[in-house]
């Protein structure tokens, strides 16, 4: 069955860096575009950023553009997402979360890892 | 990108039909049929309820249903079950080949 699994959240200082990963299996990733979303405490979703199944392609929100990079490594079934100079304000659960192929829907999403930014 | 316009809480009792708007813009709700609607439990991930504005992923009970109209899709759920008090969220696809979500509806089953 298909799953994501995020890891690599925790208590970050403003201005540091932090890599969240995704690591999925039971399909083919290679064969899937994938996403990041990410909801900060008690608020609504917030879309993130999109990979192509290859890579070729990134998107990214206006609000994290130029501080967020999402990557992946097919051979290893992951997605990243590298976040960098980061704010109060980037405190949430980030989620990854597979895109049903050529229907710009999320099928399936990880259970989340929460990014706190605090000093 | 500004977050598509939804209703902060709609309500009904278990039984009646409930409808959720989610309004954008010429550039993404107006222009795709690429609206999709997900619920979400409190503490659990979201999940997929309607793809392409109408269709339902497998799964999906067909009391949950989709449509859109100009700038403004909706999600109607009938036969409202206790089960189905949640937060929903609608997103679209946009112009600029990113993704948007609303601002959350929360559901409550009286």
């Known amino acids: 069955q298909v799953q994501l699994v995020e890891s690599g959240g925790g208590v970050v200082q403003p201005g540091r860096s932090l890599r969240v990963s995704c690591a999925a299996s039971?399909?083919?990733?290679?064969?899937?575009?994938m996403h990041w979303v990410r909801q900060a405490p008690g608020k609504g979703l917030e879309w993130v950023a999109v990979?192509?199944?290859?890579?070729?392609?990134?998107f990214y929100a206006d609000s994290v553009k130029g501080r967020f990079t999402i990557s992946r490594d097919n051979a290893k079934y992951t997605l990243y997402l590298q976040i960098n100079s980061l704010r109060a304000e980037d405190t949430a659960v980030y989620y990854c979360a597979r895109d049903l192929a050529m229907k710009y829907s999320c099928d399936y999403w990880g259970q989340g890892t929460l990014v706190t930014v605090s000093s | 990108q500004s977050a598509l316009t939804q209703p902060a809480s709609v309500s009904g009792s278990p039984g009646q039909s409930i409808t959720i708007s989610c309004t954008g813009t010429?550039?993404?709700?107006?222009?795709?049929?690429?609206v999709s609607w997900y619920q979400q439990h409190p503490g659990k991930a979201p999940k997929l309820m309607i793809y392409e504005v109408t269709n339902r992923p497998s799964g999906v009970p067909d009391r949950f249903s989709g449509s859109k109209s100009g700038n403004t899709a909706s999600l109607t759920i009938s036969g409202l079950q206790a089960e189905d008090e949640a937060d929903y969220y609608c997103s679209s696809y946009t112009s600029s080949n990113t993704r948007v979500f609303g601002s959350g509806t929360k559901v409550a089953v009286l």
């Open positions: 010429s550039s993404d709700v107006g222009f795709y049929n690429y």
């Open positions: 039971g399909f083919s990733f290679n064969r899937h575009a």
């Open positions: 990979i192509s199944y290859d890579g070729s392609d990134r």
